[in-house]
C-alpha cells in the first residue's frame, strides 16, 4: 500500500524556519511535490522534483526562501523553508506521481499525503 506522511509542521515567528518532511512507503515515485492550502484558498503549488534532482520547479512566492531535496534510499522528501512570512500558514500536503515531470496541478497527482499544519505568526 502506498502511503505519504507528512511531518515537522508547527508553529513558527515571521523571518524563521522550518523542515517538513514526506515519509514514503510502498514504491518510489519520478515526480514528487509540496502543495499548500490556506483557509478560503485554493490548494497551490510549492515545489516539485524528479527523482533524479534535477528538474525542481518553484512557484514564484517561495523561489529564494524554500528548498526541496529527496533522499531516494531513505525515501524521504523535505521542504526546508527559511524567512518565513504569515502568508505562508497553510495546511502542506506532500504529493506524487509516476509520471517524470514536475507539474504545479494538484490533479496531475495521484497519491497525496493528509497534511501537516503550518503556522507563521507576526
Known amino acids: 500500500q502506498v502511503q505519504l506522511v507528512e511531518s515537522g509542521g508547527g508553529l513558527v515567528q515571521a523571518g524563521g524556519s522550518l523542515k517538513l518532511s514526506c515519509a514514503v512507503s510502498g514504491r518510489t515515485f519520478a515526480t514528487m511535490a509540496w502543495f499548500r492550502q490556506g483557509p478560503g484558498k485554493e490548494r497551490e503549488f510549492v515545489a516539485g522534483d524528479t527523482s533524479t534532482g534535477n528538474l525542481r520547479n518553484y512557484a514564484d512566492s517561495m523561489k529564494g526562501r524554500f528548498t526541496i531535496s529527496r533522499d531516494n534510499a531513505k525515501r524521504t522528501m523535505y521542504l526546508q523553508m527559511n524567512m518565513m512570512k504569515p502568508e505562508d500558514t497553510a495546511v502542506y500536503y506532500c504529493?506524487?506521481?509516476?509520471?517524470?515531470?514536475?507539474?504545479?496541478?494538484?490533479?496531475?497527482?495521484?497519491?497525496w499525503g493528509q497534511g501537516t499544519q503550518v503556522t507563521v505568526s507576526s
Open positions: 504529493a506524487a506521481d509516476s509520471r517524470y515531470r514536475s507539474t504545479k496541478y494538484p490533479g496531475d497527482y495521484e497519491y
